[in-house]
């Protein structure tokens, strides 16, 4: 891969960790601050019905659930900059083909082939 494409591919992974990290943090203010404390301290907004905590519950284990996923998707951001640093950058991992562009502009931060990732995937 040339310099040029290079560049354009870091500043797509840059970018879309800047978004990344924007979503990670409004959404870990929003998971943790739904207490006691950020409601006022006021009874009446308490869940009174065992449902209701267990609405809130749910609904807090789903964001920090969606909050790992977007952690795990930055440090595959941080190691494809890497790549790109060490030159290694659209080649797999696995194989040390080179990953096709279609690829690489569907998931700029993949560090396999599909025929790889889908053998992963497989558990092979």
Known sequence: MNKTESKVYKERL???RARLRGDVTQMAESALNK???DRGDNLSSMPIHMADLGSDNFEQE?????????EETLELIERALERIEEGTYGICDD???KIPKARLN???YASNCVKCAEQAQRGF
């Open 62 to 70: 789903f964001t920090l659930s969606l909050i790992t996923n977007e």
């Open 106 to 108: 569907a998931i700029p």
């Open 95 to 97: 194989c040390e083909c």
């Open 35 to 37: 207490n006691r404390m």
């Open 14 to 16: 840059l970018a879309l």
